[in-house]
């Protein structure tokens, strides 16, 4: 029963609506230690587990890829440049080149509209349209979209003579839809008429080539028929690179440089920020003082500036990639965010009993920071990593970027991304594949962060 | 207050000692004479250059010249370009970079005040968790696949409507500057956003909301003179960084958008090895970026007084 005097000690909260009390998951009669309390918590949190199974599921694609899908990276496929992703792809096989030489072409023999010779190939095309009797001269065009008007006809191919009814077109064909465009013009330059045709390309492929590749196994024959043979290429489930590079190979190369400059940097510079925080607040005094104001002091320094700057001061010339050293620089610059938080849980950590009874007992220095505080800050330090290979992944890609990280030939996703800027216009799939793998990793180790973060119940900044 | 500015200078004036310092040895630690490296190959350069940076002295006092050059303000010559001194191009060049990236953290903060006070006003329906979802989709990306992306999209919204709505790439006038700005500020856009929301919701239930409601305040006169007040102040406090973003990040958006900016040149001198570009720009960047957070904090020191107390 409250007394009188209670009654007059209400304050505003007892008069708030109660929250609903969300159930705990885990349950209380249950023993659990902190780590399988903290295990239950995380595997209950469904974001955090998805990008878990995430980032597993991406490092096996880089690591164990390779097994599977045994493409060398550095391979060229000539015949399949800066190909969007694409499986089965089939190609015509054509002989060398042999011009065309159509003499008994010349004349009107019954052709009544704008045509083209099949099969029409990268190799070549061939045209042939009507005679137009007032006609003193055509201009052959070719467009990648519908033209839209007499203005936009595309790329001015040739020009014929009037008795000249027909044009092969060789010039840097791709295996695309083209608009050709036949205009007829008298001896004043008047357009008479104008006839536009559409058609798709298929690859063509040298007969060389293709009896090498069919013997090797690597290519497949589809159809023979009127001596016309047609191939299947090799796949690429994920395009090629403007130098015909499988995608897919390079991805989980470009994965395994990242993602082992990504762990080996974090796990280094957490490391070493950890240790140097746990003995700067585990000494204390004078000592704490001088050792966090210098950590201060590198926080100062500009972090990609000097990125930049040690990579050129251990004479990594450009053009190279010195991996080592943007490890190395990435240690050198990241510590001090973990020594700091490192050393704010060890000064609470510190003051407890248990380790006022270790150093009773005789404990040295070393055996209370492994076997007594590293225990204690091990969520700690497991929260800031999975925080640390996302930033760490993000610069590496800055640099690589802007030339001054990973650089070709050895692919990265920075590196990747790049070279893929520069057909990005064309070719979006070679942006776009490396820049989606970093941002989706990033993501994950970011949610997985913030997931442990809750599963361990730590206030972090 | 008088002295939490100068303590605040003084800690200012050490850190650019300690770059400058850092950026000397990292420098001297080059491999090699970088005299001898066939850039400059001429007798006269290379005397020249020995007798301004003392390179036949022994090292303290070569560290001694250049921290009396660094301190008069004279960043030395380029490597590279003839009779071009790197405060030539520090002062060509540095104008463009500072205002593409006070622009970018203009675009910033009031994009981030904006949509975090959408969001909070929203929590937890649609927009909030739409919001939430474009912030961190932007934290996660790299910057300059938005760039790349951004000028797809202007390349074809200025193919569609037939006219030029924004250039794609270049410099010169006030609509070159937008597209890049707003890139640049991008990730810190994203970031104050998120600042901005649970700042907002921190604030919700603080007494002095309660008083303002219970004097019968309109609802915008709470947000716009209670709320949207206390929620900025945390704001001011990652300005200091955000600064450094933007300077640094503007490597990559001055080079998608040829602009004509010190980041860019700072990237052409690393890949050119013009060692004495690169170690003018270093400190000059690395002393700008020192103010920069000196005056935010001077600044937070006057919005909010408990923090020079401290």
């Known amino acids: 029963m409250q007394s009188a005097d209670s009654i007059n000690t209400f304050s505003s909260e007892d008069f708030l609506p109660l929250k609903q009390v969300k159930e705990s998951v885990i349950n209380q009669n249950e023993s659990l230690d902190y780590w399988q309390g903290s295990w239950k918590k995380l595997r209950a949190n469904p974001r955090a587990m998805l990008s878990l199974i995430f980032i597993v599921s991406l490092v096996s694609f880089s690591l164990f890829g390779p097994l599977l899908w045994r493409v060398d990276p550095a391979r060229q496929d000539l015949n399949q440049l800066s190909q969007a992703p694409s499986m089965n792809k089939q190609a015509i096989v054509v002989d060398t080149f042999i011009s065309w030489q159509p003499e008994n072409l010349f004349g009107d023999q019954g052709i009544k509209h704008l045509s083209i010779l099949s099969p029409a190939h990268t190799s070549s095309v061939k045209l042939r349209w009507p005679i137009n009797p007032e006609a003193d001269y055509y201009e052959i065009y070719r467009h990648e979209y519908q033209p839209s008007g007499e203005n936009d006809f595309g790329l001015p191919l040739a020009e014929t003579s009037k008795e000249e009814n027909f044009y092969e077109d060789r010039l ?22 104008y006839e536009t045709i559409e058609t798709g390309l298929e690859i063509a492929v040298s007969k060389k080539d293709a009896e090498k590749h069919l013997q090797a196994g690597k290519w497949k024959k589809v159809s023979e028929h009127e001596g016309v043979l047609r191939v299947e290429l090799s796949s690429h489930p994920m395009g090629t690179d403007y130098l015909g590079r499988d995608m897919m190979a390079r991805l989980m190369e470009g994965g395994r440089t990242s993602l082992i400059i990504a762990l080996i940097a974090s796990l280094l510079f957490v490391a070493v920020g950890s240790l140097y925080g746990a003995l700067a607040a585990y000494i204390g005094g004078q000592t704490d003082n001088i050792m966090m104001r210098f950590a201060d002091f590198v926080i100062a320094l500009p972090f990609l500036l000097f990125m930049i700057l040690l990579k050129v001061s251990f004479g990594i010339r450009p053009g190279e990639s010195g991996i080592g050293v943007m490890v190395f620089s990435l240690v050198i610059l990241s510590w001090p965010g973990a020594a700091r938080l490192i050393r704010s849980q060890v000064l609470v950590l510190r003051e407890q009993n248990f380790i006022l009874s270790a150093r009773i007992n005789g404990a040295g220095v070393l055996h209370i920071l492994w076997k007594h505080l590293f225990p204690n800050v091990l969520s700690l330090i497991l929260i800031s990593l999975s925080f640390a290979i996302p930033s760490v992944i993000l610069t590496e890609a800055f640099l690589s970027f802007i030339g ?56 972090a900044e | 207050m008088k002295i939490f500015i100068l303590k605040r200078c003084l800690y200012g004036l050490f850190t650019v000692w300690f770059i400058a310092t850092a ?16 850039k400059a190959t001429s007798a006269e350069i290379r005397k020249n250059l020995e007798a301004r940076y003392g390179l036949d002295k022994p090292l303290y006092q070569q560290y001694l010249i250049f921290l009396t050059n660094m301190a008069k303000g004279d960043f030395g010559i380029s490597f590279t370009q003839k009779n071009r001194s790197v405060n030539d191009i520090i002062k060509a060049h540095f104008p463009v970079s500072a205002a593409l990236g006070f622009l970018a953290i203009f675009f910033a903060g009031v994009g981030g005040v904006l949509f975090g006070a959408l969001a909070a006003h929203y929590k937890n329906r649609w927009p909030d968790y739409l919001l939430i979802a474009l912030v961190v989709i932007t934290i996660s990306v790299p910057s300059f696949v938005f760039a790349a992306l951004f000028q797809l999209a202007l390349v074809n919204l200025n193919l569609y409507f037939d006219i030029k709505l924004l250039p794609i790439a270049g410099w010169g006038s006030v609509q070159h500057m937008l597209a890049p700005s707003l890139i640049l500020g991008l990730g810190t856009l994203a970031y104050l956003t998120r600042l901005m929301r649970s700042s907002l919701l921190e604030i919700e239930n603080a007494p002095y909301i309660k008083t303002a409601k219970a004097k019968g305040l309109s609802e915008s006169r709470i947000f716009f003179r209670h709320r949207l007040r206390n929620a900025v102040l945390p704001l001011v406090t990652v300005l200091g960084p955000a600064i450094a973003a933007i300077t640094t990040g503007g490597f990559v958006v001055e080079s998608i958008f040829a602009i004509p900016g010190l980041g860019k040149y700072f990237v052409e001198a690393v890949h050119q090895l013009d060692y004495t570009l690169i170690m003018g720009t270093t400190v000059f960047y690395g002393s700008y970026l020192v103010l920069m957070v000196l005056l935010v904090d001077i600044l937070y020191g006057f919005v909010d007084p408990r923090i020079r107390m401290s």
């Not at chain 1, 064909?173 to 008429?193: H, M, N, S």
């Not at chain 1, 990265?412 to 942006?431: A, D, N, R, V, Y």
């Not at chain 2, 990292?26 to 491999?31: C, E, G, R």
Request: proline share 9%; glycine share 10%; net charge negative.
């Open chain 1, 172 to 193: 840097n064909l791709e295996p695309q839809t083209y608009f050709y465009t036949v205009l007829a013009r008298d001896g004043e330059g008047k357009l008479l008429a």
């Open chain 1, 404 to 459: 001054l990280g990973v650089v070709p030939p050895t692919p990265s996703w920075g590196s990747m991304c790049q070279e893929g800027i520069k057909t990005f216009l064309f070719h979006p799939h070679e942006l776009v594949f490396p820049s989606v793998f970093i941002g989706v990793t990033v993501l994950a180790f970011n949610l997985l962060g913030d997931g442990l973060r809750d599963a361990f119940d730590v206030k």
């Open chain 2, 23 to 38: 950026t000397f040895f990292a420098m001297h630690n080059v491999p090699g004479n970088p005299l001898n490296d066939e």
